[in-house]
C-alpha cells in the first residue's frame, strides 16, 4: 500500500519536475561529486566537515560554548544566540539558530520555490503588498500540490512556509541577520570565514554563518546587486546600491579586485529613524546643545557634522532635520539615499551613475550638478548626504547667497576639514569658510565607565577662517557635556534679528525645557516628536506652556530675567468649573481616568478640559502626574483632520478605574 502511494507521490513530483527549467545532466553531476567530502581545518579550534552541496555553513552551537544572551527573530523558527567560546578566549559570537527541516520538507521547500518561480500569477493590484501576495501564493500554491505533499503536519507546513519566505523573499542565509534590529552592519570578508556583524550590545562580532561556496557567493552578490536595480560583474566588480528597505550594500564580484574572493557589507537601515530625543537620551548629545542647534536651525544656520567611519554622522544629521521649520523648503542631495524624515516641503535627489562603459560620464548625473540644479528649487536648506567632491564647491557658494547647508563630511578634525575643503577638488576659498557656522564633532568613543558609545564631543562656530570657537566639549572624566565659550553666533542673531542676547539666551533655555519634557514623557519616536516640534513652531507659547518653560499664568510683568520662573506643575492652581466646585488633585485625576475610561477613545487635552469644565492650561499638570504614574499613556488623536498629542488608559490606569468604579457601585 505505501508503496503504492509513494509510487503516486512520485509522480506526482516528476510531473511538478517537468516545470522546472534544469538540466536533468548537471543535476546527476551534482550528486556524484556529493560523495566527496572536503574538510576544513581548525575553525574557532573544531574542524569542520562539509560536502560539496554544503554553499553555506552554519557552525554548531558545541555545549562548552556559554550562551550569554538569547532572543528571538522570528517566533518559533529563528533564534539568535550569543556565546563565548572558549577556544578564542571567550570571544563572543554570534549564532543563528532556526528550526530545522527534514529532508523530505527540505524538498518540499525547493519544489515551491521553483513551482512559485514559474506559476506565481503577477500581482492583480500595484498596491497589494507583494510580500503578502507570495505568501498567499505560497499557501494557494500549496493547497494545489497538497496530495504531492501529503504526510506532511500544520507544524511542517509552518516550517515551509517560513523558508520560502527567507529563500524566496527574504536574504536566504543571511535574512535573520537581516531581521535582528539589533544588528547595524553584516559582513562577508570571502569564503569560508565567518561573516561579521556588528550588534548594538556586543559590537564586532563573528558570527556562524559562513559562505563555503565561491560560485554560490559570487551568486548570491549577483542577486543582492540585483534586487538592488544595479549590476554587477567580472568587467563591473564593484557595486555600491541601496537595497530594498533602504539598506546601503557595497560588494565586490569575485577575485577581481578582492583576492581572498567576493566581499558585501550591509548598513541596515531603520525603518524609524533615530529621533533627536533618543539620541539625547542615550546621551549621544545633551538637550543644552540640542535646543542651540534648534535655535540655529531655525536661523538658518549652516550646520556640517564630522566624524570617522560609522561615527553616527547621517544617524544626527538625520535627527537634527526634526528641528527644521515645517514651512522650510528642503532639497536633499546623496548618493545613496539615507535621509528618512517626515517633512512634507521636500525635494529628494539622488545622484546616477554613468551606463557609459570605461572612462565615459554618458548618462552620469552627480553631486555637483544636483546642488546646481537644487538652487532652481529656492531651498530654505540644502542637504548634501556627504561632501566628498567638487560639489563642496557650489554648496558654499549657494550658502553665500544665503542657502543654509547641512550636511556631513568624514575627517577626524575640524582642521583636516578645512584644509580638504581648501585643496583640490574642493577649492573652497579662504572667505568661504565661516560660511560654515557650525560645526559638529562626533564620535564612537571609549566611557568612563568603561564600554563605548556614540558621543558629540565638540561643538564649534566658526567665525573666521582660523578662528574657531569651541561651544561645547565632551568631558571624557564625567561623561558631561560643558559649555566653554559664549556663543559668537547669538551675537550675529542678535544684531540680525534685533533680540537682545539674553532673549536668545531665554529661548535657549525655554527649548531645553521642552526637549527635557519630551524625555520625561517618553515622546520619543520620530514622529511624535516632529509633532510637538511642528505645534512648537505654531503655538510655541501653548507648547512651552505645556512644558512647563514659562509659566501657566503668566504674572502681568513678563519675566525679564532668565526662566526660572517655571512654575513647578504642583503649584499650578486649577481653575474650576463655573460650577465653583473645588476638586482636590486627586479627584480631579480621578476624573480625567474616568472620562478617558467611559468615552473608549483616546482624548486630547482640549477635549479632557472641555468636558470636565477645568481650564486647559491647568489640566497639563495632571496629565503630566497621571504619565508619570504611569496610568495614562501618549498616544496620537486626529483634531480637524491633523494629528495631535492624545492620551489612553495603560493596563494599570484601566485596572485601577474598573476597581474605582466598581468600589462605587457597591
Ligand atoms: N547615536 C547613536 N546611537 C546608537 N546607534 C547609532 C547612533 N548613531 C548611529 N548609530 C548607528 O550606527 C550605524 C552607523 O551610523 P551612521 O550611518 O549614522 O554613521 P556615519 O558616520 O554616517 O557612517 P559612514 O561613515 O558610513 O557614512 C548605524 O547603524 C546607526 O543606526
Ligand atoms: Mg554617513
Not at 497589494?128 to 511542517?156: C, I, M, P, Q, W
Not at 486649577?574 to 482636590?584: G, H, L, S
Not at 472641555?610 to 486626529?638: A, F
Amino acid at each position: 500500500m505505501a508503496n503504492k502511494a509513494e509510487e503516486k507521490d512520485e509522480k506526482i513530483w516528476n510531473k511538478i519536475s517537468l516545470k522546472k527549467k534544469k538540466m536533468p545532466e548537471k543535476v546527476k553531476k551534482k550528486e556524484e561529486e556529493l560523495v566527496i567530502k572536503r574538510k576544513l581545518i581548525e575553525y574557532w579550534g573544531i574542524e569542520i566537515e562539509y560536502t560539496d552541496e554544503d554553499v553555506v555553513y552554519f557552525i554548531p552551537l558545541k555545549p562548552e560554548y556559554k550562551v550569554v544572551d538569547e532572543y528571538w527573530v522570528v517566533e518559533p523558527f529563528a533564534k539568535v544566540k550569543i556565546a563565548s567560546i572558549p577556544q578564542l578566549g571567550g570571544q563572543l559570537a554570534y549564532f543563528v539558530e532556526e528550526v530545522q527541516l527534514t529532508p523530505q520538507e527540505k524538498k518540499v521547500v525547493e519544489k515551491l520555490i521553483d513551482i512559485l518561480s514559474v506559476e506565481m500569477k503577477p500581482p492583480a493590484t500595484i498596491e497589494e503588498d507583494v510580500k503578502n501576495y507570495v505568501l498567499k501564493e505560497a499557501r494557494r500554491l500549496l493547497d494545489k500540490y497538497k496530495k504531492a505533499f501529503r504526510g506532511l503536519t500544520e507544524e511542517s507546513w509552518d516550517k515551509i512556509i517560513y523558508y520560502v519566505e527567507r529563500d524566496l523573499l527574504g536574504y536566504g542565509p543571511i535574512n535573520v541577520m537581516m531581521l535582528d534590529p539589533m544588528l547595524e552592519d553584516i559582513s562577508c570578508n570571502g569564503v569560508e570565514k565567518s561573516i561579521y556583524v556588528w550588534h548594538r550590545k556586543y559590537e564586532s562580532i563573528p558570527s556562524n554563518v559562513m559562505f563555503l561556496s565561491h560560485d554560490y557567493l559570487r551568486e548570491f552578490i549577483v542577486k543582492l546587486a540585483h534586487v538592488a536595480g544595479k549590476h554587477v560583474s567580472t568587467a563591473f566588480p564593484v557595486v555600491d546600491a541601496r537595497l530594498p528597505g533602504g539598506h546601503r550594500l557595497a560588494a565586490t564580484y569575485g577575485e577581481e579586485i578582492s583576492p581572498r574572493g567576493s566581499t558585501f557589507t550591509i548598513r541596515k537601515f531603520r525603518e524609524k529613524p533615530f529621533s533627536i530625543i533618543e539620541l539625547i537620551e542615550s546621551g549621544t548629545l545633551d538637550p543644552w546643545t540640542a535646543a542651540y542647534l534648534w535655535l540655529m536651525l531655525e536661523h538658518r544656520m549652516t550646520v556640517i557634522v564630522i566624524g570617522g567611519t560609522a561615527a553616527g554622522k547621517t544617524t544626527l544629521l538625520n535627527a537634527l532635520l526634526n528641528f527644521i521649520k515645517p514651512s522650510y523648503k528642503l532639497v536633499t542631495i546623496e548618493e545613496t539615499p539615507e535621509i528618512n524624515i517626515e517633512h512634507e516641503n521636500w525635494v529628494q535627489l539622488v545622484s546616477r551613475e554613468s551606463y557609459g562603459l570605461g572612462e565615459t560620464k554618458t548618462g552620469e548625473i552627480d553631486l555637483y550638478e544636483l546642488v546646481r540644479i537644487s538652487l532652481r528649487y529656492r531651498p530654505d536648506y540644502i542637504i548634501v548626504g556627504e561632501i566628498r567632491g567638487r560639489e563642496a564647491f557650489v554648496l558654499f557658494q549657494a550658502m553665500a547667497t544665503g542657502h543654509g547647508g547641512l550636511s556631513t563630511f568624514h575627517a577626524d578634525s575640524l582642521e583636516n576639514v578645512v584644509r580638504r575643503l581648501m585643496s583640490s577638488p574642493m577649492n573652497v576659498s579662504e572667505p568661504y569658510i565661516p560660511l560654515m557656522n557650525i560645526v559638529v564633532h562626533i564620535e564612537r568613543t571609549p566611557l568612563p565607565g568603561g564600554g563605548f558609545a556614540r558621543r558629540v564631543k565638540t561643538v564649534w562656530e566658526i567665525k573666521d577662517f582660523g578662528e574657531y570657537i569651541e561651544i561645547i566639549k565632551w568631558n571624557p572624566l564625567t561623561d558631561k557635556y560643558e559649555r566653554v565659550n559664549d556663543s559668537y553666533l547669538l551675537t550675529l542673531l542678535s544684531l540680525r534679528t534685533g533680540t537682545p542676547i539674553h532673549k536668545l539666551k531665554e529661548e535657549i533655555e525655554d527649548r531645553e525645557k521642552i526637549i527635557k519634557w519630551m524625555l520625561e514623557n517618553k515622546i520619543r519616536d520620530v514622529s511624535d516628536v516632529s509633532k510637538i516640534i511642528t505645534k512648537f513652531y505654531m503655538f510655541p507659547e501653548e507648547v512651552k506652556k505645556m512644558a512647563g518653560a514659562i509659566p501657566v499664568y503668566p504674572t502681568k510683568t513678563t519675566p525679564t530675567v532668565g526662566t526660572k520662573t517655571t512654575v513647578k506643575p504642583k503649584k499650578i492652581k486649577v481653575v474650576a468649573a463655573p460650577t465653583k466646585v473645588e476638586y482636590t488633585e486627586d479627584e480631579i485625576q480621578k476624573r480625567i481616568l474616568e472620562l478617558i475610561y467611559q468615552e473608549e477613545v483616546p482624548l486630547d487635552y482640549k477635549t479632557i478640559a472641555k468636558r470636565l469644565n477645568i481650564d486647559p492650561l491647568g489640566i497639563w499638570s495632571h496629565i503630566r502626574e497621571l504619565n508619570k504614574k504611569k496610568l495614562i499613556k501618549n498616544t496620537v488623536v486626529y483634531s480637524g483632520g491633523a494629528p495631535i498629542l492624545g492620551f489612553e488608559l495603560t493596563e494599570e490606569g484601566r485596572r485601577l478605574i474598573e476597581k474605582e468604579l466598581k468600589g462605587g457601585k457597591e
